[in-house]
């Protein structure tokens, strides 16, 4: 790799949104070519100087940046984007719309309801027990903290698609099911069954139409609950 230093060129941001802004300007290395997947970024000290910001806040973009698999944190190399970002076109998006929940919330829905119809096509036996054990669990939970379990039962159904296009954005939809996880304070575990006991009858008899409608109901119901405490929050 080419360790030959280079003349950096991005715009300095202003003191409103700085982490947002960083996170842009840095994407942008990529978006304008100065950069390519697998190069090392500056040095956070470099970084601090060209952006004008903070430490805390070049590693608050870093750290999204880093858990959207944009970039790789090394300890004594260095950061580095990923070799397979050109790929994940996705995560990239992801990354600068990372604090816009109602996109996230769109974002999941249009993959979601398009992996879906594949997956009733092809989903293994196998992968509906899976399902059945992540709805079992939620049913035996006592204390309301299911959340892994139901970002399990998405994982599973997008990746039982089996397609190697849209493979490369199941990890990229897995952090928009963390983040948007963590926005519903009021959990209703009978709802939660209730609509994924629908989507897995539906996947169960391989019927597409009927996947794709019971998930629809689902990740409607949660895009209103998820934004409905969002705009709570602004008022």
Do not use: C, W
């Not at 991005?10 to 960083?22: I, P």
């Not at 805390?56 to 940046?65: D, F, K, M, Q, Y």
């Not at 600068?96 to 919330?105: G, K, P, S, T």
């Amino acid at each position: 790799m080419d360790e030959t230093p280079r003349k950096i060129i991005v715009e300095s941001v202003n003191r409103t949104t700085l982490s947002k802004q960083v996170v842009e300007s840095i994407i942008q290395l990529l978006i304008s070519g100065q950069m390519k997947p697998g190069d090392k970024l500056p040095t956070e000290m470099e970084l601090m100087e060209i952006l004008n910001v903070s430490r805390p806040v070049l590693r608050e973009a870093l750290s999204s940046l880093e858990s959207l698999g944009v970039i790789n944190r090394k300890t004594r190399e260095g950061t580095f984007f990923n070799n397979k970002i050109s790929s994940h076109p996705f995560s990239i998006m992801l990354s600068l719309a990372h604090d816009n929940l109602q996109a996230m919330v769109e974002a999941r829905m249009a993959l979601e309801l398009g992996l879906i119809t594949i997956a009733a096509e092809k989903i293994s036996d196998e992968d509906l027990k899976r399902l059945k054990q992540t709805i079992e669990i939620i049913e035996n939970s006592k204390d309301q903290n299911y959340g892994e379990a139901d970002i399990e039962f998405h994982r599973i159904i997008a990746l039982s698609a089996n397609n190697q296009i849209v493979e490369g954005m199941v990890d990229s939809l897995i952090v928009t099911l963390v983040k948007i996880n963590s926005e519903i304070k009021v959990r209703e575990p009978e709802r939660t069954i209730e609509h994924h006991m629908a989507i897995y009858k539906a996947l169960e008899k391989r019927d597409p139409f009927e996947a794709f409608h019971q998930m629809y109901l689902h990740l409607d119901y949660v895009r209103h609950k998820v934004l409905k405490n969002l705009h709570g929050k602004k008022d």
